[in-house]
């Protein structure tokens, strides 16, 4: 099942409603209630998939996991990759705005047939997709392992390049006075992320990779 396909099985004005954006439609007629529906609905579901899909997980990692499922550049990707934009009723479109018309589509159908609605968020929100050690906390990781030599990891933003809106920064790492390693991100904060995980692999503290478990989550 795709996004389009739940667009199918709406019935006017229901259809109409969860394609309108607020800055073109009076708010009762916009998809925002949709919206709002649909973003519980599917961080309900996805959680639940991430539940079974990762026993040995905690808390924490768990919720990771579900954020970057349901993320809003991901559900702007998948409403891009459909062609939705060209379908939306609004005054100006982004990432934000396909992100939450994906989200009031899933409103939308789960009002009309619950089941289906699962089924099309099981088959794109695929937690087995997710590479867990992206997700890994790496500086709270490093700086833990380094606590028992009387050692802190220190940070440095060594350089930014890229246009205003789509920054690229890279940052090093600096242990008892020198450099271990350096990373890349969008952010600072992801940048020392990067440059964290390099050097928990060069200083040898990797954590052991959990194996991973198939489980089926039934509707």
Do not use: C
Not at 1 to 11: A, C, G, Q, T
Not at 99 to 109: F, P
Not at 202 to 208: A, M, N
């Amino acid at each position: 099942m795709s996004i389009k396909e739940l667009i199918n099985i709406l019935p006017e004005p229901l259809r109409q409603r969860s394609l309108s954006h607020p800055s073109v439609a009076d708010l009762y007629d916009s998809n925002g209630r949709l919206e709002f529906l649909g973003d519980s609905v599917l961080n309900s579901r996805v959680a639940e998939l991430v539940f079974h899909s990762y026993p040995e997980l905690l808390e924490g990692d768990l919720t990771r996991i579900r954020a970057h499922l349901v993320r809003k550049t991901f559900l702007a990707t998948v409403g891009r990759s459909e062609g939705l934009e060209e379908s939306i009723e609004t005054s100006v479109i982004n990432d934000s705005v396909i992100a939450d018309t994906v989200e009031a589509i899933i409103g939308a159908a789960y009002l009309i047939d619950k089941d289906l609605a699962y089924k099309t968020i099981d088959e794109i929100f695929n937690p087995a997709e997710v590479d867990t050690d992206e997700l890994r906390d790496w500086k709270t990781l490093l700086q833990e392992s380094l606590q028992a030599d009387g050692l802190r990891p220190t940070y440095r933003v060594r350089s930014k390049k890229g246009p205003p809106h789509r920054p690229s920064f890279v940052s090093g790492v600096s242990v008892d006075g020198r450099e271990v390693a350096k990373g890349e991100g969008n952010s600072i904060k992801e940048s020392e992320q990067a440059a964290a995980r390099a050097a928990v692999e060069i200083l040898g503290l990797r954590p052991v990779t959990p194996s991973p478990v198939e489980v089926h989550v039934g509707a």
